[in-house]
């Protein structure tokens, strides 16, 4: 079963524009982290952010996480077009003894 | 990421073969894990292990078998392959000691057709 589900399922933008990704999750989690894919590629960990923090930065990339409303956002700002790939929320939830759910994942277009 | 490895890269098989996906990792993690990733359904967990002699289904195990042959092996095989096992297969691995918010680093994937 899906634990974590990306909006939207799809996302094109310019070059330079910010880039925003979001994920919902149903049940308590201990963290939430962020995967990216190129295409046919290997996942890469891009973020993770626990349960008890409300916002992380690393670079470009800005994760916020609302325990109350069960989601997470991911925001890309100043996109390249490197940026293309596929993004993933993965869910470690409460219980799960450090398994991660993923979700179906947003793709991400940024043209030059 | 070349520190988890994964054999074949890509395999065109028959119905009804049996077939071994392989992984290596250099990484020295504890915990391996095998997924599955079909278009539009993101990725699916087959089986994990955390440690040689731990082995656990995962959420589509059937028609699925694993053996953690060392730390660094974890193998993936196909009793009986049908077309719906069509699909790319993700081998990962975590470290539950130093790295307790078990983030996962992925080899770089299996792309497997079913005749």
């Known amino acids: 079963s899906q634990q974590g589900e990306e909006d939207p399922q799809a996302l094109s933008i310019q070059e330079g524009e910010n880039a925003t990704m979001n994920c919902s999750y149903k049940?308590?989690?201990?963290?939430l982290q962020w995967y990216r894919q190129n295409s046919g590629r290997g996942l890469v960990h891009l973020i993770l952010i626990r349960s008890n923090e409300r916002e992380k930065h690393s670079g470009r990339l800005r994760v916020t996480l609302d325990t109350s409303k069960k989601s997470s956002s991911l925001l890309i700002t100043a996109s390249r077009a490197a940026d293309t790939a596929s993004y993933f929320c993965?869910?470690?939830?409460?219980?799960?003894?450090?398994?991660?759910?993923f979700g179906k994942g947003t793709l991400l277009t940024v043209n030059p | 990421d070349a520190d988890v490895t994964q054999t074949p890269r890509n395999r065109i098989t028959k119905t009804g073969k049996r077939i071994m996906l392989e992984c290596s990792q250099t990484k020295g993690h504890d915990r391996m894990y095998w997924y599955r990733q079909d278009p539009g359904l993101g990725l699916r967990l087959i089986y994990y292990s955390f440690d040689v002699k731990d082995i656990n289904k995962g959420e589509i195990s059937d028609g699925y078998s694993v053996s953690r042959q060392a730390q660094a092996k974890f193998s993936l095989s196909l009793e009986s392959a049908i077309p719906n096992q069509t699909a790319l297969y993700f081998c990962?691995?975590?470290?539950?000691?130093?790295?307790?918010?078990?983030?996962?680093?992925f080899g770089p994937g299996t792309r497997l057709l079913v005749l």
């Open positions: 049940t308590s989690i201990n963290n």
């Open positions: 990962a691995t975590s470290d539950s000691v130093r790295d307790s918010q078990e983030t996962q680093y």
């Open positions: 993965a869910t470690d939830s409460r219980g799960s003894n450090y398994k991660l759910t």
